[in-house]
């Protein structure tokens, strides 16, 4: 016997529903996983510097990765490619998240004049294929 698990958005019925649009969650259907999470922090020196940050992910394959950063004591977050001008009236720039065979990889642009902390935290997504 074969087994199911699926949950449906709130006005439709789990157990005749046939469009996968209409479905939160179907174990018949692949969907993106959540395989690792983690938080980081480095120092991003001073004005036009960039800075690539790398941490190893362990997988045996190349990850889809995502990412949001915060700088200093800002209180906003923002994502890759994204860039912060109402920090100090100056720029800093989250350039890209990507991944490798081996490692994710952060990269930074200050165009500031003294150096940032910048906070991150990412999650690595399994990729089905």
């Known amino acids: 016997m074969t087994y199911l698990m699926a949950l449906t958005k709130a006005t439709k019925n789990t157990l005749t529903e046939t469009d996968p649009n209409n479905f939160i969650f179907h174990s018949g259907y692949n969907t993106f996983k959540i395989i690792l ?5 480095f120092t991003v020196d001073t004005y036009g510097s960039v800075v690539e940050k790398t941490i190893a992910h362990g997988l045996s394959y190349i990850p889809l990765v995502h990412g949001f ?15 912060l001008f109402d920090f100090f ?8 998240i990507v991944a490798d065979s081996t490692n994710i990889i952060f ?8 150096s940032v902390t910048a906070y991150v935290r990412y999650y690595v997504f399994e990729i089905p294929l």
């Open 107 to 114: 990269r930074f642009t200050n165009n500031k004049y003294s």
């Open 69 to 83: 950063c915060r700088i200093g004591s800002v209180t906003k977050v923002f994502s890759p490619n994204q860039l």
């Open 37 to 41: 999470t983690g938080t980081t922090s």
């Open 89 to 96: 009236d100056e720029d800093f720039y989250f350039n890209s």
